[in-house]
């Protein structure tokens, strides 16, 4: 999966495109151009320098694989772990200390481990 979002990255997608891109072939799921294109638009913290679009896109990913209960406490799991890591939600911090390349690499791997352990 990582390899797979990185080409789409270099490709110039955004961080929340190549991870959703990359989760679609993974787990065989349904979504179609219109919504790869739909995240476009949370590029650079949601616009405002916010949460990173990276994290976004695997909360929605566990959104698609999970019922909503589940998916909430998956999302929990998944953004602990990562703040755990980076001490950071928010995009232009990240950034600043990290490539975006690692970021996506780091937020898929805590992504499966949480699909996995559920």
């Known amino acids: 999966m990582k390899e797979t979002a990185i080409k789409h990255f270099r490709n110039k997608m955004n961080c ?33 320098e916010s949460i990173c679009c990276s994290l976004i896109a695997c ?3 566990l959104g698609l694989i999970f019922d ?19 001490k950071n939600l928010n995009c232009p911090k990240l950034k ?5 390349e690692d970021i996506i690499i780091d937020a898929l791997d805590i992504l499966e481990k949480v699909i996995k352990e559920d």
């Open 16 to 48: 929340s495109q190549c991870i959703l891109k990359a989760a679609q072939e993974k787990f065989n799921l349904n979504i179609n151009d219109k919504i790869i294109n739909m995240l476009s638009a949370v590029n650079g913290g949601l616009g405002v």
């Open 59 to 61: 909360i929605l990913v």
């Open 68 to 86: 909503k209960d589940r998916a909430k406490l998956t999302r929990i799991r998944f953004l602990s772990e990562f703040k755990e890591k980076y």
């Open 96 to 100: 600043n200390e990290y490539l975006c």
